[in-house]
Each structure stands twice: as structure tokens, then as C-alpha cells.
């Protein structure tokens, strides 16, 4: 069946979602010369309603809220296109870094006024790292603050999208989220995130998985990983990985999608994209053949040494 229009329902949630979702932490970035969204961020916004990729995922914090700022006058412009959702997410307060139960309200308000919508399907809490998990699960706390948000009909389904493993397996087992969005923690070099996923699946949560190409190290883009540059044993690591993947005539971005894709766990993966270009090229990658007997040539390659310790 084809992935690009097979649609899925996300578990936990109403919401219909494509095998490759799109990311927009690029969107916005750079700014134009005044400080508001640049020409070219209108057009990659067209480009992504115009895509087959159903769920556009996106953050209050994203280039300083500039991301759902475009996403939203398209939306005023265009509509939301049938079979299209955005999802986005609240974030402590940039400069005082609050994130209890006021905050999550101020963050919720200032997104659908950004992006000129009423109502989201799915709202995630994003990266809780100022505030101690006990204090978001307290009275006033952030998961107040969201569950209020969900009660009032104004949000489908709660998420947690966060990195570090053990914290997100707290929220994750706390039972206030119907999602987790776990990012850099299950590509080819990083699997740390496989026990989310399958803690996810007892739970009857849904799962998004970002960022597979590990922040551009898989897709060819600098010596990166997670944001933290890649140690010589990890570099020596895709190396090896790289030439497994010339002999099968098979580009390496393209077997980091698909590691993604082929876990029955994850609902979606969510790809960044920066250029209209880049949708295009992301379809191509999708259909990309990957043999069954690739896998295990790849496992022969040892376990990778990532550079995350969490």
C-alpha cells in the first residue's frame, strides 16, 4: 500500500496522520530584515499544504513562534486543506522559563492566535526541562493546565515531546498523556528509544518519531548528532554504515527513513524540511526500496556509539 497516502489514525488520538509527518523548526528561520518571516518561509508553507504529508508539526517556540506565525496566514489565506492537520506544542516562557498551569493557557492562546485556529487535535507539552516533573503533575502544574485545555474542548489528545529517555518514561507513565514525540532516541545510531515505543504501545499511546536523521549526520549534513558534534567512533561508525549502504546501492538517508518507518510502534515520522524542494525529495526518499536482508548486514555493524548518555 502506498505510504504517502495511507493514512492512519495516531493511537490515543482522533488524529489522522500520513506515515511521514513534516516538521517546521526551520520555518521562519532566518527572519526577514524587519524581524517578521521571510518571503521564502510563505512559499515552504504552500509547499507543505500542498504535500501529501497529512500532519504539519510545529511548536510555540519555533524561531521565536515565527514558524506558526506563516503557518497561519496560509491558513487565513488558503484554509487548512482538507485531510491536513498542524499540531503544535506549549513552551515555558523564554524569559522566565515558567511552565505551570497559567503558562501552558498563555502559550495555548498565543499559538491559535498565530495560527488562526479554534481547535487542535493533538497539543504536546515541549521539553519541561525548567521545571521538575513533580511540579507539572501538581496542583497549578502544566498538566493541569493541559488537561483544563482538553476538558474545555479546545484540544483533541495531550502529548509529551521531549528527548531525554528517562524523563520522558515518567510522563509517559504518569497516564496524563494520550502521545509521546521522542526525537534523536531512535535512528540507526541511537535505539535508546525503543523502550518508549514499546512502553507507548502497553499503554495504548501513539508515537511520532523525529528527527531520523539524527539532526543531519544520517542525511549527509555536517558531523552532528542530537545537536552535540559526533565523536570519532560514531563518525567511524557511519562511515562503515555509509559503505553498507553504497554496496546495496541504497542511500543512507533513505535506510534511516525506513528505520523509522518499518517499527509497527510509530505512528509517524517527523521530518524537518526547510526548502519547498526538500518535500519533493523526502517523497523520492520514502519510496526508496530498502531490503528485508539489508537489516541484518546493518546489525552486523555492532552497536553505535552514540553520543547521548540519557
Known sequence: MDELTNERIVPGTSLRATAVSVGTSFLGNPPGTDGTPAEAADALARAMFASPFAVIDTSNNYAEGRSETVLGTA??????????????KVDADRVTGALDRDRVWRSFEESVARLGLEYLPLLHLHDPYTIEFEEALAPGGAVQGLAELRDQGLVGALGIAAGPVSLMRRYAESGAFDVLLTHNRYTIVDRRGEELIDLAAERGMGVFNAAPFG?????????????????????????????????????????????????PGIASTIVGVNRPERLTQLQELQATTVPEEFWPELAALGTPPSTLED
Open 75 to 88: 491558513v487565513r489565506r488558503d484554509g487548512l486543506p482538507v485531510g491536513k492537520a498542524i499540531v503544535t
Open 215 to 263: 539532526g543531519g549526520i544520517l542525511a549527509g549534513r555536517g558531523e552532528a548528532y542530537a545537536y552535540s558534534q559526533a565523536g570519532p567512533e560514531l563518525l567511524a561508525w557511519v562511515a562503515r554504515a555509509r559503505e553498507l549502504c553504497e554496496r546495496w546501492e541504497i542511500p543512507l538517508h533513505a535506510a534511516a527513513l525506513r528505520f523509522s518507518l518499518r517499527h
